[in-house]
């Protein structure tokens, strides 16, 4: 009975090695998986499974291929089913025995699922000579441990023995240590030394895993993502409705819900709730199948609490129906402040010029000028252009301004004397004016040598600052260029004021704007020519 067994085994043992040689001669690509690590101590033995576990479990009807490529060697070999040598490997599991540091090297396993298909997985398994760091596994970092849990010997039948800090824990040979009141004293090094057995030798292989307690997080209360408190949803009677509330989480197991007017929503009336955690978040999603009247006139609360206390924000819904008066409200609010703002724009002028009649502003402080404005205007020009400034200056300019509103203006050949100092005359009026009114005309070219007055009161308006400048001019003007060079600076500020015929009028926009630049009449004995003046 023995012999025939042995005979069978001899010959399952010769079918394999053709098989593998099969497979290995074959030209077949396998699909090639992830590439693993493993570290291990020398002297102990080394129970390795397939990395997949779909080519670990499923072993019946499948072939497997084991390789190594030794470090010290370099060189790639087969490895034998024998399990009479150290390294070995029975279908989908591996075996070392009795580590050395020769064993260090590259482990390739061919799993063969079909005929002509085959996956590849790749292990670098390193051996320690004796404890190193490398050797742990990925630690536990925890608030509250309740258990270890051995990493190695996950699938096999073996003793357990655990050491913390390389110390014995006695009583303890289960593959779970459980870790009572954990702390800071919990904290080190915990190996766990599994006992297993193969060809009835037995085996040892550890684990070593360090333990990490952490200061247990403050209890930060929830804080409400979404809605915003008491915010209104438009919404129709008759329509389904979804309302969203998110939390920010810091507890785990704190609960969120929708409510109606403090009570509880049940699915029989139409309102289903759903709750679903996003990156640290938990959503609870409330579904109305139905607005209704009632849900109109409630209050819905997303509700949740933590150890110490329950928070909730409002929601109201109101229908959309309601909001066209308030919209419509709006609207007419909107309009009528454009409508006054365009109206106050437009009369601004005629506001100011209204306040300028009120007796109390007329009470100013003497400034000790003589003139409201200097008349500064081209004086030797064609007979055309001297006619259309003659008519605008004795005619509009002295009706509207000196007859009408009051003011005192100095214009050469009237109020200069005969064989007065012209230069010394012009620097004396200009600074006894408040402003300076200088009329352009088309046909004006350039200025002429003896316009000194345009110079002194240009000097005047720029470098000392004393006095503000109205430019009137008389018809289009395309091109300033040919004007000095300060003139063009004032009219960069302030844009010249166009005549055109038919403003002669003292309520026209024309002269509004010339009033509004200039100052509170010194004189406000008004002719009675203002009053036969049209309007």
Known sequence: MTMMMMMMRIILLLSESVLVSYQSNSTVQCELGNRKSVRVRAG????????????????????????????????????????????????SVLYILWLTLDDTGLYITRWWYEKDKCDEYETDIVVYEAFHTDLLYSPMVEEKAIAIYCP?????????????????????????LPIRNSSKESEGIYTCVCTWEHNGL???????????????????????????????????????????????????ECPVLWQRNKT?????????????????????????????????????????????????????????????????ACICTFLLVLVLSGTVKWFSLDLVLF???IPIKFNRKEDGKLYDAYVIYQRNSD?????????????????????????????????DLPGEDCMNLIETKIQLSRRLIIILTPGTSSISPEAYDLQVGIHQALVQGE??????????????????????????????????????SPTSRFWKTVRYRMPVASSHQKSSEKYHLKV
């Open 467 to 504: 006095t503000g400048v109205i430019v009137i001019q008389l018809g289009q003007i395309r091109d300033y260029t040919h004007l000095p060079l300060g003139l063009q600076h004032l009219l960069r500020k302030n844009n010249p004021l166009l005549w055109r015929d038919g403003q002669s």
């Open 264 to 328: 509880t929503l049940r699915e029989d009336d139409g309102y289903k709730q759903e709750n679903r955690a996003i990156d640290g978040s938990v959503q609870s999603l409330l579904y109305i199948t139905k607005v209704s009247e009632l849900d109109l006139v409630s209050e819905f609360r997303c509700r949740t609490k933590d150890s110490y206390r329950v928070m909730f924000v409002s929601v109201t819904l109101k229908s959309r129906a309601s909001t066209h008066a308030v919209i419509l």
């Open 152 to 176: 190695v010997c996950e699938n096999q039948q073996a003793a357990f023995l655990w050491y913390k800090n390389f110390s014995l824990i006695p009583n303890q040979e289960s593959k779970r």
């Open 383 to 415: 007979e055309t252009t001297s006619k259309t400034v003659s008519d605008f200056v004795n005619g509009s300019l002295l009706t509207v301004l000196e007859r009408y509103c009051g003011y005192k203006l100095f214009i050469h050949g009237r109020d």
């Open 355 to 357: 306040l300028r009649e």
């Open 44 to 91: 102990e033995s080394l129970y390795f499974p397939c990395p997949s576990v779909e080519c670990y479990e499923s072993t019946e009807g499948y072939a497997y291929d084991w390789w190594r490529n030794l470090s010290r060697t370099n060189q790639t070999e087969r490895i034998g089913t024998a399990e009479s040598e150290r390294v070995h490997y029975h279908q």
């Open 202 to 252: 037995k085996h040892n292989t550890s684990g070593h895993r360090r333990l990490i307690i952490k200061a247990q997080s403050v209890n930060n209360p929830p804080v409400f993502q979404l809605p915003v408190n008491n915010s209104v949803v438009i919404t129709d009677v008759g329509t389904e409705l979804i309302l969203v509330c998110s939390v920010f989480f810091v507890c785990d």
